[in-house]
């Protein structure tokens, strides 16, 4: 068993997992293979040094990534490793909060909430306090609360008025969670922090337990997290931390670099091993790579490198319009696809979201499959909010933000004055909102009255009856007899609206098969509502879905920072210019450089054998256009290892002077430099390379407007352009 966690593993990897004792820093390149080293060395520890699995703590950042580590140990050592604590940072809060949290004031069956249900707490304590919502957001104060929480914000860096509405309004949020018995995302670190820092038995068990901590993303961790980890770490100092500081990219969320050099400081005696080693790219790729990231300053020094060949050159191309750039990748991905290359092993990869407009036209108008990988998450939709809602105060009735969300969906007559008095009833009388509805209620009156009592009533039925019938009938009884389920399927008032609550009841019943699928994780030991708990509290701790067909082939178009942890053998890095990336943001500080070049380090090791990097002379972008300088990050790869194509032209014979009539050409095939002649003039046909044969119907500046025929229509061209020539009567 043992010759099988040490299999395939370099000289570094086998020295990461065998090194049991003390402190360690792996500084695990791009595609060394760091989630290989981390589940051989749980597997190590259990098999070869008989630890306890219970004794061993493994952190990662996504519940995807837990549960891969999870199935990797157990294929290695074939027995269950329950016992061990293999989590994201959060989730690993929600389950030491659910025994220790009584000491600091809440009930063990609390429940979590999300960013947006944090915004409409907010959004109510506002109107409660005659904060008017144009001026402040909900949303944003929310955001604010949260990066307060998380220590990424003091009060003092905030500026008048928003300053004291948020003095005034953070207390209250706060606690309005812990009289509800809520507590947000930030609270899942925070208040496991507090029971660490304030009730040293509590911080006693944990750190006798986990005699071994494993870290992954180190680089990612924030304040809080870091503080989490060196408290548990403190008595054993069995720290193995995993990460690459050219990786850091997640600065805007709160991640810190400097915990890197924090560690270094709280554990002198670390040992540093080096996993530099690729097992994904071609070697020319890494060259570059390693080539740009060493501009960065103060950090440690690593050259990746690859056993896997060479490879190609990196491919520069330079486009007259972003429209070219976008045929440019189009024409590449369809030689490549031709060619056996299947579509998902390509990326198009650019620096945000409204960069990706381009490539989707060309993409629908050639009947390309693509997905734009977004953040939409199937527990975001208004219905799955709506349902968790209502289970929410099955398991706790006096959950009033549940009962404020789903009192009038669907309809039952109840106003924003009337519920407003239910506020103020409950307020003045220390009650829950659901205990205000009873027979002998002065606020409420007739049909809402009745629809308001069999609502509460209907809550109390099946919260007598959890442990009496399955979840799966209580599901079913609850969106039957709140109307729920009639409400979506009487809404066929257009045909819009009647697709969208088709779309709605389907989601309702993926919702149960979701719920079936959780339901089976649980031995006979678990009653229903322990479950229904558990199940709520895994809804909410659940990573963010995206809505892609995952049956078919597909470009994906996603931003640098959504394609962190994959890999695909073709890679595009679009939009390549000053001020788009790197953003013109960071330009402003040389700081900011820095993590847009390790943004651009992680696109380029993003690929496994092709990697192209495009941009355009001039772009059509936020309603104007724009001539940009070429990124800088492209001028940092070694000219070995690039080739340049299209309209390369020197910086100088670009933005020193306007081109009038002639261009700089260059030669794809003889590397060399060539002028042309461009005369043209409005009711001149042409010729586009691209576009095939058009007329020219108005000049303006140096660029000109182009019919072409159906479907291709108007086209704005540079004026003095190789792509295209006039054709000669």
Not at 62 to 67: L, P, R, S, Y
Not at 182 to 199: C, E, G, H, I, M
Not at 349 to 374: Q, W
Not at 635 to 651: M, S, T
Request: proline share 2%.
């Amino acid at each position: 068993m043992k010759e099988k966690i040490l299999e395939n593993l370099n000289q570094q990897q086998v020295l990461a997992v065998k090194t049991v004792r003390g402190p360690i820093m792996a500084v695990a390149g791009a595609g060394s293979g760091k989630t290989r080293v981390l589940t051989r060395r749980i597997a190590y520890l259990i098999e070869d040094q008989g630890i306890f699995p219970g004794n061993i703590l493994a952190i990662t950042f996504t519940n995807k990534a837990a549960e891969e580590m999870r199935n990797r140990v157990f294929n290695l050592i074939e027995m269950p490793v329950e016992g061990a604590w293999i989590s994201t940072f959060h989730a690993m809060g929600a389950k030491i909060l659910r025994s220790e949290i009584h000491h600091l004031g809440y009930k063990s069956d609390y429940q979590i909430i999300d960013d947006e249900d944090s915004a409409i707490i907010v959004k109510n304590l506002m109107k409660e306090h005659n904060y008017d919502r144009k001026n402040f957001s909900p949303k944003i104060t929310s955001n604010l609360f949260a990066s307060i929480k998380g220590q990424h914000t003091s009060f003092n860096s905030l500026g008048e008025p928003i300053r004291s509405m948020v003095m005034q309004l953070y207390p209250l949020y706060n606690a309005y969670l812990k009289k509800n018995n809520l507590v947000d995302f930030q609270d899942l670190l925070v208040l496991v922090l507090d029971l660490f820092r304030n009730y040293p038995k509590v911080l006693k068990k944990y750190q006798d337990k986990f005699e071994y901590i494993l870290v992954d993303e180190f680089q990612d961790t924030n304040d809080l997290q870091y503080e989490i980890v060196k408290l548990l770490s403190k008595k054993h100092r069995n720290l193995f931390i995993v990460g690459d500081e050219d990786q850091s990219i997640y600065a805007f969320r709160g991640s810190n670099i400097e915990n890197i050099k924090k560690f270094i400081k709280d554990f002198p005696e670390y040992l540093t091993i080096m996993l530099n080693q690729n097992y994904r790219s071609k070697d020319t790729i890494l060259k570059a790579a390693n080539s740009v990231i060493k501009n960065n300053r103060n950090r440690i020094k690593k050259e990746l490198y690859s056993t896997l060949g060479s490879g190609e050159k990196i491919i520069h191309f330079k486009a007259g319009t972003d429209e070219e750039e976008a045929y440019y990748v189009y024409e590449k991905i369809k030689h490549f696809w031709k060619n056996g290359i299947k579509l998902n092993d390509i990326a198009i990869l650019y620096r945000n979201n409204a960069m990706s407009r381009r490539f989707e036209d060309i993409f629908l108008k050639y009947n390309v499959p693509h997905r734009v990988i977004g953040n939409i998450s199937f527990y975001k939709r208004k219905e799955i909010k709506d349902i968790i809602a209502y289970l929410h105060l099955v398991i706790n009735m006096g959950d009033d933000y549940a009962f404020s969300r789903v009192y009038n969906t669907p309809k039952r007559g109840v106003g924003n004055a009337t519920f407003a008095r239910l506020v103020e009833e409950a307020k003045e009388n220390n009650l829950k909102l659901i205990d205000v509805v009873d027979e002998e209620s002065e606020i409420l009156k007739g049909k809402s009255k009745e629809n308001l009592l069999n609502l509460k009533n209907t809550i109390i039925s099946l919260k007598e009856k959890i442990n009496q019938q399955s979840l799966l009938d209580t599901y079913d009884e609850l969106i039957e007899k709140t109307g729920y389920k009639a409400m979506l399927e009487n809404d066929d008032s257009t045909l819009d609206k009647s697709f969208q609550s088709e779309r709605r009841l389907d989601n309702l019943n993926e919702f149960k098969s979701l719920m079936m699928e959780k339901i089976s994780g649980y031995d006979i030991n678990f009653s229903n509502y322990e479950i229904l708990v558990n199940l709520l509290n895994d809804l909410a701790l659940h990573e963010q879905a995206q809505e892609v067909d995952d049956s078919g082939e597909y470009v994906s178009l996603m931003t640098v920072h959504a394609a962190k942890g994959l890999e695909f053998k073709v890679v595009f890095v679009t939009c390549l210019e000053q001020a788009l990336f790197p953003s013109s943001q960071s330009l402003t500080e040389s700081f900011n450089v820095d993590e847009e070049r390790r943004l651009f380090y992680v696109a380029l090791t993003r690929a496994k054998d092709y990697v192209f990097l495009t941009n355009s002379r001039t772009r059509f972008m936020y309603g104007r256009f724009m001539e940009n300088l070429d990124s800088q990050f492209i001028k940092e790869i070694e000219e070995e290892y690039l080739e340049r194509k299209g309209v390369y032209q020197p910086k100088k014979e670009i933005f020193d002077k306007p081109l009038q009539r002639k261009v700089i050409q260059f030669d794809e095939i003889k590397y060399t430099y060539r002028e042309v002649e461009q005369n043209v003039s409005v009711g001149n046909k042409i010729e586009h390379k691209t576009f095939g044969k058009g007329v020219v119907v108005a000049i303006e500046d140096d660029k000109i407007r182009v019919a072409f025929p159906r479907p291709i229509g108007i086209k704005i061209l540079i004026k003095d352009h190789p792509s295209y020539e006039v054709v000669k009567k």
